[in-house]
């Protein structure tokens, strides 16, 4: 079972920073998992929330600041005082720190509650850019924009993200055309991850910080987990 270090290790450090990011890439661990916003001059940015009122010491809407407004705040020191300074990172900064590591890289596109017109487009024209095309998987919720990922680029592996149990989620993933399926934890003791799993899609799972559930994923046999303590459960799971 592989390990996603989940918004870089974001359980040691701040959730989605270059920080979180450089400890993840210093890991023997498979993949880095992050979220993609757009900000108010289009420019792809690495955050969660659609707000920076939580990871930050600003407040307010992704999609309402330019860049240059969104880099004058501290996205660390919310975290601890030793992270003071940490800039919020673009994806282009991100995929920079991976572009010559072995990690495995999956962008999740945050457009639950707003629409980013044109975001799938910039993802997948930035890839190219930096030949990362073959060594990523693009997520969302938003099934409509894996939808169009993979008619934009169907050679890009893609996912649909799920919270809920679902009725045969493999044969959904071929509609919208998802390659592989990320899921809540709780989903998969159901059935449904048997199900799931022997459909031969991978299946990866979040977000699993307990050891104790890592040992019954992995005997489901789910292909990856994502977790906050990727060094943690690294030296857990190798065991
Ligand atoms: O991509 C897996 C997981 O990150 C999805 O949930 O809210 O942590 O982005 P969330
Ligand atoms: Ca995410």
Do not use: C
């Not at 860049?67 to 940490?86: I, P, S, V």
């Not at 673009?90 to 945050?110: A, C, G, P, Q, S």
């Not at 690294?234 to 065991?239: E, G, I, Q, S, V």
């Amino acid at each position: 079972m592989k390990i996603y270090a989940h918004r870089g290790s974001s359980g040691t450090h701040p959730e989605n920073t270059v920080a979180a990011f450089k400890e993840a890439a210093s890991l023997q661990i498979h993949g880095v998992e992050f979220d993609v916003h757009m900000t108010k001059d289009e420019e792809l940015v690495v955050v969660h929330d659609e707000s920076i009122n939580r990871t930050s010491n600003g407040q307010g809407f992704v999609k309402d600041m330019t860049l240059k407004e969104l880099k004058e705040y501290d996205f660390g020191e919310w975290f601890t005082a030793d992270f003071k300074g940490e800039k919020i990172p673009t994806l282009r900064e991100v995929l920079y720190i991976f572009k010559d590591t072995h990690h495995h890289i999956n962008i999740e596109l945050k457009s639950d509650v707003f629409p980013y017109e044109g975001m799938e487009q910039k993802v997948i024209q930035m890839l190219g850019e930096y030949r990362l095309e073959d060594r990523v998987v693009i997520s969302s919720f938003n099934h409509e924009m894996v939808q169009q990922v993979k008619k934009l680029a169907p050679h890009i592996e893609t996912a649909i993200l799920f919270m809920e149990v679902m009725i045969a989620p493999h044969e959904y993933a071929e509609i919208v055309g998802a390659d592989a399926l990320h899921a809540f934890f709780p989903t998969v003791l159901r059935p449904m991850g048997k199900e799931a799993v022997a459909s031969g899609k991978q299946v990866r799972v979040f977000t699993v910080n307990d050891e104790q559930y890592a040992d019954v994923l992995k005997e489901i046999g789910v292909h990856a987990i994502f977790t906050d303590f990727p060094k943690k459960m690294y030296n857990y799971l190798k065991k």
